[in-house]
């Protein structure tokens, strides 16, 4: 209790000086200063079961797969009997783990019971744009959007998150996140009983105030909100009981901006089995894996019988992972089952992205914190037109400090961070990948077949603070031929030239 109540007074404390910052010089703050860069080491009380999302596999018919989320406000205690507003996916806060199977068509009924409007996006899924749930899919405020598609990819850990025109960073703050398992169907040899030996772990952080709610109004400059609690699944403080030799943790990270270098305490190697969109060939063993906003990676820990270890995040030079935090504290049961022989090599799992020696190249520079190529997104223009089914290179030229990229339907392969091959945990598929500040990133990327010359997909930083602020670009995919003829103005339809209006929260122009 006692060491509660220190780390409380030292957050409100922390606050304080943040905002005085704020006020004061804003402006000049370096990115990642302050409050953020202290970290929770050795501050946190782990006394609270972690909380796993119910795993919800929905209606099936023959090959057809329905899934319902509804997105509602309601309260949650993050601190024991501290009631805190918060927004939700079929409780209050977070949302269920969907499981989708490829070759299934899948119909998905997300009804918006929130006071404005949203979106909800799949993230890292292939799909026709109009499924795709970006901030052209806005959903109303009492209205039902039934997108639908047929699952053609292989198994992965994704997750869905509202992507509405200037409020992603709020919408998903306040609760709006769920993960998605692809099952594709094929026995990879890993551990998959949900919530006993295959576990997830939605690692976000958060500034909760004294009275126990999710604080808003403290952004860090430059980043947008950082938090210094940290919370697993919605669960401050959490510790869970191991019941398996092995566990495959599934781990997001869901947090707005910060980036997590992961690790346990005793430094003990685990296996890195999976990334954002496929699992690894060939499994990597490590003690540290980072990830930053958006991505994912499957790992596998080996546990004894009744010992305990945390999970934690080292500090590091990036600016958005400023800071020691202790995440999780695992406690293994007394008696265990044997450990299971993590793979070397995983034949079942996808091929890198090839480019062909004459792809096309093209160049997305990041600057500031609200621009791509010196532009800021809008919502009716069309930046890049790809023919279906393209391999090509993107070239993300990040000129200032740390930024991430993401793209809409597509996988990508990570040829070279600043000339380097990347670290042997990012070979796997990608969709997210980290740019540290003042390096280039060479992707191969393999775009989707769903052609449609009027609704864009999305590129854009995960950083939420900073693509809520503009730095983000759309692109078609077309019948290949037809690049040259295809508009690069889109006619919007009128809720998007409503949510074209929306002030932005923290857009500063
Ligand atoms: Cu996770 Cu465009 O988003
Ligand atoms: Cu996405
Ligand atoms: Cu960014």
């Not at 009492?142 to 292989?154: A, M």
């Not at 998605?180 to 990879?188: K, N, Y």
């Not at 906003?293 to 004894?304: A, K, P, Q, W």
């Not at 079942?348 to 800021?376: C, H, M, W």
């Amino acid at each position: 209790m006692a060491r509660m109540v220190s780390r409380r007074a030292f957050v409100g404390l922390g606050l304080g000086l943040a905002a005085a910052l704020a006020t004061g010089c804003g402006a000049d703050r370096s990115p990642g200063a302050g409050d953020a860069a202290r970290g929770n080491r050795g501050e946190v009380s782990f006394v609270n079961p972690l909380a796993v999302p119910p795993l919800e596999t929905g209606e099936i018919a023959g090959e057809h797969r329905s899934h319902s989320l509804v997105m509602s406000s309601g309260t949650s205690e993050f601190l024991p009997g501290m009631p805190a507003p918060t927004w939700g996916f079929n409780q209050p806060y977070l949302g269920p783990t969907l499981l989708v199977r490829s070759g299934e068509q899948v119909h998905m009924r997300v009804r918006n019971d929130l006071p404005e409007a949203s979106s909800v996006h799949w993230h890292g899924m292939r799909l026709p744009a109009r499924m795709d749930g970006g901030p052209h899919q806005s959903i109303e405020p009492g209205q039902t959007w039934e997108p639908s598609w047929l699952v053609d990819q292989p198994a992965a850990t994704l997750w869905y998150h509202p992507h509405p025109h200037g409020r992603t960073a709020q919408h998903v703050y306040r609760g709006l996140s769920g993960l998605i398992i692809v099952d594709d169907g094929q026995d990879h040899g890993l551990p998959s009983t949900y919530g006993v030996d295959d576990i997830p772990l939605i690692l976000q952080d958060r500034v909760l105030g004294e009275d126990g709610t999710l604080r808003e109004d403290q952004p860090v400059a430059i980043w947008g909100l950082m938090g210094n609690d940290i919370l697993v699944n919605g669960t401050l403080g959490p510790r869970h009981e191991v019941s398996a030799a092995t566990i495959r943790f599934r781990i997001l990270n869901g947090a707005n901006t910060r980036m997590f270098n992961l690790e346990f305490a005793d430094q003990r190697e685990f296996t890195v089995v999976g990334t954002d969109v496929g699992l690894l060939r060939e499994p990597v063993r490590t003690s540290s894996v980072s990830i930053s906003s958006g991505e994912r990676v499957e790992i596998l820990v080996d546990f004894t019988p009744g010992e305990e270890v945390l999970l934690r995040s080292r500090s590091g030079s990036a600016g958005v992972d400023d800071g020691e935090f202790d995440l999780l504290l695992l406690r293994a049961a007394a008696t265990l089952p044997p450990a299971m022989q993590h793979p070397t090599v995983m034949a079942t799992a996808p091929a890198p992205v090839q480019a062909p020696a004459d792809a096309r190249v093209r160049t997305f520079q990041l600057s500031g914190d609200t621009k791509i190529n010196a532009k800021e997104m809008a919502m009716d223009r069309i930046d890049e037109v790809v023919p279906a089914g393209a391999i090509e290179i993107w070239e993300v030229d990040n000129i200032v400090f740390s930024h991430n990229f993401h793209i809409h339907d597509a996988a990508f392969t990570i040829l070279s961070i600043d000339g380097q091959p990347p670290h042997p945990t990012q070979q796997g598929l990608k969709d997210t990948v980290f740019v540290p500040g003042y390096t280039k990133a060479r992707l191969a990327v393999a775009f989707g077949h769903h052609t449609d010359p009027n609704t864009p997909y999305m590129y854009h930083c995960h950083m939420l603070t900073h693509e809520d602020k503009g730095m983000m670009g759309q692109f078609v995919i077309v019948e290949p031929g037809t690049e040259e003829s295809t508009p690069r103005q889109l006619t919007l339809a009128p809720q998007d030239e409503h949510s074209q209006e929306t002030d932005h929260p923290g857009h500063h122009g």
